[in-house]
């Protein structure tokens, strides 16, 4: 490869490197349901509690920078969907079965985060979801342990999806 190759090469490199992080990302469309996630050390809210069916933009306000969406899902092939009430307590009681359970986080620089901030994809804090009416839950942390450990208080937020 002779030297302007290589030149060329490099700068392209560094270039898609720099825009990789900026690359891809989408504003929330005007008109969207939002829903907007609040924490502090000791809750986990969300704005509004109650959406219409349909695509959600799923906000992370902070401080924290990572929750985790817990939806019904009974199978492996099955598509994860609405949790029912039973589902909801023994969600909160730890036990994960027959649950999907996604994190959402943004696990970028502090700078790349502001420069993303209010925008799905690649260091946003904004997640889109399509969601059936049901109830759906947030989590500060993945239930664990063996057996299982009850959800702390205050670490469980529900998001009621209405016809």
């Known amino acids: 490869m002779n ?3 290589r030149t060329i090469l490099i700068l392209g490199l560094l270039g898609g490197a720099a825009a990789g992080c900026a690359g891809g990302l989408t504003s929330i469309p005007s ?3 939002q829903v907007h996630i609040a924490d502090t050390d ?3 809210r969300l704005l509004p509690a109650t959406v219409h069916p ?16 817990v939806a019904q899902k009974r199978t492996a092939d099955a598509t994860p969907g609405p949790m029912s009430d039973d589902d909801l307590d023994r969600l909160e009681r730890g ?5 999907s359970i996604e994190g959402i986080s943004v696990a ?3 700078e790349q985060r502001v420069a993303a901030r209010g925008q799905v994809g690649y260091c946003g804090n904004v997640y889109r979801f399509t969601l059936a009416p049901g109830k759906y839950a947030f989590l500060v942390d993945p239930p664990d342990g063996d057996p ?4 702390p208080a205050g670490s469980m937020a529900i998001l009621e999806v209405t016809p």
Request: hydrophobic share 30%; with cysteine.
């Open 108 to 110: 970028c620089s502090t």
């Open 42 to 44: 000791t809750s986990l």
């Open 54 to 69: 349909g695509d959600v933009y799923v906000v992370l306000d902070g401080p924290r920078q990572s929750v985790v969406f």
């Open 31 to 33: 008109g969207a349901q």
């Open 3 to 5: 030297g302007l190759a």
């Open 95 to 99: 036990d994960t079965e027959g649950t």
């Open 148 to 151: 299982p450990q009850p959800v």
